[in-house]
C-alpha cells in the first residue's frame, strides 16, 4: 500500500475560504513534500519539510509536520481558482525514491 | 528555461504493439524517474536510474523496460501494451545533495491503448 495516504480525497471550497489537507504516512521518514497537479499535466513541487522542522510557509502555504504522529497537513489561505488541482504528499527518501499518495482533490470556486 | 520535455504528449497504440515514450531534461540531473498515473491515482514508481545505474521496481512488470543513452534522455518502452497499461507516464528528474527528493516533472505522455 502507498506510503502516504491523503485526506480528504476530495475538498470543494469557496474563492477566499482556507482549504487544508491532511497526510498521513506509515514509516519513519526524512522529510515530506507536496506536489500539486494541474488536469492532464505533471506535478509540480510545492515544499519539502524535513523530519525535524514542524512548520513552513511559502507564499500562501503553510506545511507543518508532526513525527510523533505521522502526519503533516497543507494549508492554502486565501485560495484562488487558480488552486484548483490535485495535491500529492510524498515521503522520502527511500533508495532515492518517494512514495506518493493518492492524493487530495481541490475545486475552488469563484 | 531548463525544464523536463516529453514526447510525445498523447499516444494512441494497438493491443500487442511496441511503443516508446521518451523523455528529455535540460537540469542535467543525475536521477529520471518514470511513473505510470492511472486516473485519480497516485504516481506509481515503474524504475528509476542514478546516472547509469538501473533501479527497477519489484512489482513493475518485464513488459515495461527503459534505455538512459545518456544525461538527458531517458526513454521508457512497452513491449506489448495491454489494455492495462493505458494510463499517463510521467517522467521526473532529481539531483542529488540539492533537495535530493524534490522532483522535476514533465508534463507527461497520455498512452491509449485501442
Known amino acids: 500500500s502507498q506510503q502516504g495516504e491523503e485526506d480528504p480525497q476530495a475538498l470543494s471550497i469557496q474563492e477566499g475560504e482556507n482549504a487544508t489537507m491532511n497526510c498521513s504516512y506509515k514509516?519513519?521518514?526524512?522529510?515530506l513534500q507536496w506536489y500539486r497537479q494541474n488536469s492532464g499535466r505533471g506535478l509540480v513541487h510545492l515544499i519539502l519539510?524535513?523530519?525535524?522542522?514542524r512548520e513552513k510557509h511559502s507564499g500562501r502555504l503553510r506545511v507543518t509536520l508532526d513525527t510523533s504522529k505521522k502526519s503533516s497537513s497543507l494549508l492554502i489561505t486565501a485560495s484562488r481558482a487558480a488552486d484548483t488541482a490535485s495535491y500529492f504528499c510524498?515521503?522520502?527518501?527511500?533508495?532515492?525514491?518517494?512514495?506518493f499518495g493518492d492524493g487530495t482533490t481541490l475545486t475552488v470556486k469563484p | 528555461d531548463a525544464m523536463v520535455i516529453q514526447n510525445p504528449r498523447y499516444q494512441v497504440t494497438q493491443f500487442g504493439k511496441p511503443v516508446t515514450l521518451s523523455c528529455s531534461q535540460t537540469?542535467?540531473?543525475?536521477?529520471m524517474y518514470w511513473y505510470q498515473q492511472k486516473s485519480s491515482q497516485a504516481p506509481k514508481l515503474l524504475f528509476h536510474?542514478?546516472?547509469?545505474?538501473?533501479?527497477n521496481e519489484a512489482d513493475t512488470p518485464d513488459n515495461f523496460q527503459s534505455r538512459r543513452p545518456n544525461t538527458s534522455f531517458c526513454f521508457l518502452d512497452i513491449r506489448s501494451p495491454g489494455l492495462g497499461d493505458a494510463a499517463m507516464y510521467l517522467c521526473?528528474?532529481?539531483?542529488?545533495?540539492?533537495?535530493?527528493?524534490?522532483?522535476?516533472f514533465g508534463p507527461g505522455t497520455r498512452l491509449t491503448v485501442l
Open positions: 521526473a528528474t532529481s539531483r542529488p545533495g540539492q533537495g535530493y527528493n524534490e522532483q522535476f
Open positions: 514509516t519513519s521518514i526524512n522529510n
Open positions: 519539510i524535513r523530519s525535524n522542522e
Open positions: 510524498a515521503t522520502g527518501p527511500n533508495a532515492g525514491k518517494s512514495t
Open positions: 537540469l542535467n540531473h543525475n536521477v
Open positions: 536510474y542514478y546516472d547509469k545505474d538501473f533501479n
